[in-house]
């Protein structure tokens, strides 16, 4: 593993697939020209609509969005996540995947969301991702890049589930994707606190793209995409508006957190 930039991209995806990959392009086009070598996307950067046209659009928007993870990463030599978008299982249901792809445009692993959001929330919305989602019934694994570190995957309401990552530091992992499309009403509370604990915990660091703004009428995303380090430092910020959070990943860093805070070590019970 060597010192790198990474990168987390900030979207305001709609329900238009070619509006989306557009933004996401110019995203990634800035990235690239500040040095950011691991790219993220955030989850539904693809398409950001009613449940239903994501289930029968859904075939559709999983060619297009794999198309454009792979030629996307080989156009800028980049590894590139692809936060979330939907994988057909069936004419009603559909797996909520994350993509990385490396350099050359090959994949290098895949993740299929685990955990549902299935809320009703005290603002009035209520979500329920199992109406059209199929959870995924696997642990993500962690891809070992000899020069970005191991990185380990999850997506979005994950992050509420510490038993997740924890499996991923326990097998390695130096560097934890969350992308998501937090909502802004729990967002304001939760979104930070509960990234900054996940890379504490695990001494790992963490990037965390995300959707933010207005996606409908009843869609409003939290924002504010992030790089933490292994100690809990926010490192990059991208605030409200569509954009991207810069930072370094330092090895040395890294290190010196497990030195001087192994808990990891000091688990009583694995």
Same mark, same amino acid.
């Given at each position: 593993?060597?010192?790198?930039?990474?990168?987390?991209i900030?979207?305001?995806?709609?329900?238009?697939?070619?509006?989306?990959?557009? &933004?996401? !392009?110019?995203l990634?086009?800035?990235? $690239?020209?500040?040095?950011?070598?691991?790219?993220?996307?955030?989850?539904?950067?693809s %398409?950001?609509? *009613?449940?239903?046209?994501? $289930?029968?659009?859904?075939?559709?928007?999983? !060619?297009?969005? &794999?198309? %454009?993870l792979?030629?996307?990463?080989?156009?800028?030599?980049v +590894?590139?996540?692809g #936060?979330?978008?939907?994988?057909? $299982?069936?004419?009603? &249901?559909v797996?909520?995947?994350?993509l990385?792809?490396g350099?050359?445009?090959?994949?290098?692993?895949r993740?299929?969301?685990?955990?549902?959001?299935?809320?009703?929330?005290?603002?009035?919305?209520?979500?329920?991702e199992?109406?059209?989602?199929?959870? #995924?019934?696997k642990?993500?694994?962690?891809?070992?890049?000899?020069?970005? #570190?191991n990185?380990?995957l999850?997506? @979005?309401?994950?992050v509420? %589930?510490?038993?997740?990552?924890?499996?991923?530091?326990?097998?390695g992992?130096?560097?934890l =994707?969350?992308?998501?499309? =937090?909502?802004?009403?729990?967002?304001?509370?939760?979104? &930070?606190?509960?990234l900054?604990?996940?890379?504490? *915990?695990?001494? @790992?660091?963490?990037?965390?793209?995300?959707? +933010?703004? =207005?996606?409908?009428?009843?869609?409003?995303t939290?924002g504010?995409?992030?790089?933490?380090?292994?100690?809990g430092?926010?490192?990059?910020?991208?605030?409200?508006?569509?954009?991207?959070?810069?930072?370094?990943?330092?090895p040395?860093?890294?290190?010196?957190?497990?030195?001087?805070m192994?808990s990891?070590?000091?688990?009583? %019970?694995?």
């Amino acid at each position: 593993m060597r010192s790198y930039l990474a990168a987390a991209i900030q979207m305001t995806s709609l329900p238009d697939l070619d509006h989306n990959l557009a &933004q996401a !392009e110019e995203l990634i086009d800035l990235a $690239v020209r500040q040095g950011a070598e691991l790219i993220s996307l955030p989850e539904n950067f693809s %398409f950001m609509g *009613e449940d239903k046209e994501r $289930v029968a659009k859904a075939a559709m928007l999983a !060619e297009s969005s &794999q198309k %454009f993870l792979k030629t996307i990463a080989q156009r800028y030599q980049v +590894t590139l996540l692809g #936060g979330g978008f939907p994988v057909p $299982v069936s004419e009603t &249901q559909v797996h909520n995947v994350a993509l990385l792809i490396g350099p050359d445009g090959n994949e290098l692993t895949r993740y299929q969301k685990v955990h549902l959001f299935d809320v009703d929330l005290p603002d009035g919305n209520t979500y329920r991702e199992s109406a059209t989602a199929l959870a #995924g019934t696997k642990l993500p694994t962690v891809y070992p890049s000899e020069d970005l #570190g191991n990185l380990g995957l999850s997506i @979005c309401y994950d992050v509420r %589930f510490p038993e997740l990552y924890r499996h991923l530091s326990a097998t390695g992992a130096d560097v934890l =994707f969350v992308p998501a499309a =937090f909502t802004a009403y729990t967002g304001k509370d939760h979104w &930070q606190v509960l990234l900054q604990a996940r890379a504490i *915990e695990n001494t @790992c660091y963490l990037i965390a793209p995300a959707q +933010t703004g =207005f996606h409908s009428a009843r869609r409003q995303t939290n924002g504010h995409a992030m790089i933490i380090d292994p100690w809990g430092l926010v490192l990059a910020d991208a605030g409200t508006e569509p954009g991207v959070a810069i930072a370094a990943i330092e090895p040395a860093r890294l290190s010196q957190v497990r030195r001087q805070m192994p808990s990891l070590k000091h688990r009583a %019970f694995v």
